[in-house]
């Protein structure tokens, strides 16, 4: 039977990056997904992008996916962040994060799903030591001793560690028996691009209404579109049934609304999506030759742009981890490498989702006790330089220990 180190299940974001940055450190890797991986590549403009911290960055340019984007990512150089009521202008007690006072040259790059997507499969394609199992059902047997990976009406594999990237759905996390807290929000994220008159000049706009925040991204131009944007855009349930039910004209208009003009006028481009929003915690990482990352362990609010960004933290730590043990002939499966996997990834990913749900509650809200306490707080923000400087280095993706 044929025996790789490692076999990744879910070639997303998460689990292809990872099994690209394994198999280019010389570690061989299987990575297997139920869905095909062509169709996953979209050919037109589809309007859902990924905003990816710098961190993120670096990890993307370890795969030697960075290089292979196809179309290029847009810089988010400023970012605003205001509140007001929806069709009012924003509240005068706003935050302005300027990446040069950062001394960044950028707190991020928005980037393309469909461009993540067709860097994965070209890289994937590539690497000699990843083989490619897609679309393929897979069965995967872990014991002490190692495992047995079955490719429904294929190969049969050994492995020494299964990686569970299959997403919020992860059945190997279900199978492990793994219990998970889920939170719902009542909420749903709506995300789409637009294309505008004026230029963005690489601001993100992150606006906070009292169902949700109205985030505007700034994307690279496209053929046709010199000033395009990204828009994640959070509602109530019932609200948001409303909206996705709208022609593309009535849900324009509702975006302007949010919006404001700064843009000028706007246009819909590619699809629009929406998706039911909720945190989610795995109660452990790990188990017999079985780790997760992603968002098969964690899943949080989207207010900030930064659920991928934690996948690609994942990414990062384990496969730190996983390269030292093979580079000084260690099992790549064992405990105290999976514990010290769990323990490096947990606190970071417990705060972000704190964070990230405080966040929501703090905006989410009509209160006028906690919109007054709310604002005085982002005034004294302003007031605090290292209190500012640490939310901008928390937005380039730093870890708590490098703030
Ligand atoms: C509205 C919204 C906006 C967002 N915006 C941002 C943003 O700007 N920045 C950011 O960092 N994050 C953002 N996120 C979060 C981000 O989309 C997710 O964190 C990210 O997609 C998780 O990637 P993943 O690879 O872990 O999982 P997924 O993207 O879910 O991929 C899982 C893969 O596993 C495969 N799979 C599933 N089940 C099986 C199985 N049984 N066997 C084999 N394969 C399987 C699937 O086909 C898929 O390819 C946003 C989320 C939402 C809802």
């Keep these: 039977m044929r025996q790789v180190d490692v076999c990744v299940v879910g070639a997303g974001p998460v689990g292809g990056s990872l099994a690209c940055l394994l198999a280019e450190r010389g570690i061989a890797t299987a990575v297997v997904d139920r869905a095909a991986l062509p169709p996953m590549e979209h ?22 996916l960075w290089a292979r984007l196809p179309f290029p990512a847009g810089p988010i150089r400023d970012i605003r962040v205001s509140d007001g009521k929806v069709g009012r202008p924003a509240s005068r007690l706003f935050l ?14 928005m980037v393309e799903a469909r461009s993540l997507r067709m860097a994965l499969n070209a890289r994937m394609a590539e690497l000699p030591q990843l083989s490619v199992h897609a679309p393929a059902d897979v069965q995967v047997n872990r014991t002490a001793e ?4 079955r490719i429904a009406g294929g190969e049969t594999f050994a492995a020494r560690l299964v990686i569970a990237a299959e997403g919020r759905q992860s059945a190997l996390r279900e199978q492990a028996g793994i219990r998970v807290t889920r939170l ?14 004026l230029p963005h000049n690489g601001t993100a706009l992150e606006h906070f209404l009292p169902a949700g925040p109205f985030a505007q991204l700034p994307m690279a131009p496209t053929e046709g579109a010199p000033h395009l944007s990204a828009i994640v855009w959070t509602e109530r349930d019932v609200q948001a049934r409303r909206l996705v ?23 819909l481009l590619g699809r629009r999506w ?36 934690l996948g690609f ?13 093979v580079t000084l002939g260690e099992d790549p499966g064992n405990s105290a490498l999976l514990r010290r996997y769990q323990a490096a990834r947990r606190p970071d990913t417990m705060l972000m989702l704190a964070a990230t749900d405080g966040l929501d ?11 007054a306490a709310r604002d005085i707080g982002i005034a004294s923000v302003h007031r605090m330089p290292r209190l500012k400087r640490m939310f901008m280095q928390k937005a380039m993706g730093a870890s708590p220990a490098a703030m």
Excluded: K
């Design 184 to 197: 719902p929000y009542g909420q749903t994220g709506i995300v789409c691009a637009i294309a505008h008159e």
């Design 361 to 371: 509650r703090l905006f989410s809200t009509n209160n006028p006790l906690i919109r």
């Design 274 to 309: 929406h998706y039911p929003l909720g945190a989610l915690i795995a109660h452990r990482w790990i188990d017999t030759r079985l780790a997760l990352v992603g968002d098969a362990a964690h899943g949080i609010h989207p207010i900030a742009g930064q659920g991928l960004n």
């Design 146 to 149: 190692g495992c047995v990976v």
């Design 96 to 109: 302005h994060f300027d990446s040069a006072e950062a001394n960044a040259e950028a707190f991020g790059w």
């Design 43 to 64: 050919p037109d403009f589809d309007g859902r992008a990924y905003a990816i911290a710098a961190g993120s960055r670096r990890v993307l340019e370890s795969a030697g």
């Design 245 to 267: 039910a709208m022609d593309d004209a009535g849900f324009t208009r509702e975006a302007a609304r949010r919006l404001g003009d700064h843009l000028g006028q706007i246009r």
């Design 313 to 325: 933290r994942d990414v990062a730590a384990l496969s730190e981890l996983l390269v030292e043990a």
